[in-house]
């Protein structure tokens, strides 16, 4: 049985590396460590809303999470579409929630990241005004955007958004877009996410 330390992980990453560990062992039964608390009940929620059996044991540091299939195929996560039509989601903010912008830069750095490891992808991304600070030089999610655009997500920042904030010239991931294809991107979509 292989043993996956994630004590002292940040959120999400307690969650994404047993998803891979999972993944990786097929049918073979998994351990993970987990620190108690949040990381300990997202980790268990995870895997048992995945049809995965789990059953805990206390250990020094935290709790041990043993995770089996048992003989059943495990359930994927079913997402469902409105209507037909392409996904759309909506950036209009560097920050996801409200509350203090540094744990809201936070929060949506570990969104857009963690969308590199779920089964569903949007089929577009539109960043609109301060949402643009994500596509350009020096943002932290550059990395994951470029990734998210080569699995055939379409990154696309307003061009009156980068040329108000002066950062037109400094696109760095995806392309230049309009408000006439924001528009119509969000009204011929099957399912449009604000965030």
Known sequence: MKTIDCRKMACPAPV???????????RETIQVLLDE??????VTRFATN?????????????????????????AQPVVEKAKAGKTVMLLGT??????????????????IITLLDVAELPDRMLFVNTGVHLTTEGSEVLEALDTLGNRGVEVMSCGICLDF??????????????????????LQAGLVIKL
Do not use: C, H, W
């Not at 994404?16 to 097929?26: D, F, M, N, W, Y």
């Not at 904030?165 to 969000?186: H, P, Q, W, Y």
């Open 16 to 26: 994404v590396t047993t998803k891979r560990a999972l993944e990786e062992a097929g």
């Open 37 to 42: 608390g949040a990381p300990r009940e997202n």
């Open 50 to 74: 995945r049809g995965y059996i789990v059953a805990e044991t206390a250990v020094k540091g935290g709790f041990a999470l043993t995770i089996s299939s048992a003989g059943a195929t495990p």
């Open 94 to 111: 560097d920050q996801l929630g409200e509350g203090p912008e540094e744990l809201g830069r936070l929060l949506m750095k570990n969104f």
């Open 165 to 186: 904030f002066g950062k037109k010239d400094k696109l760095r991931a995806g392309v230049v877009t309009n408000m006439f294809t924001i528009a119509e991107s969000m």
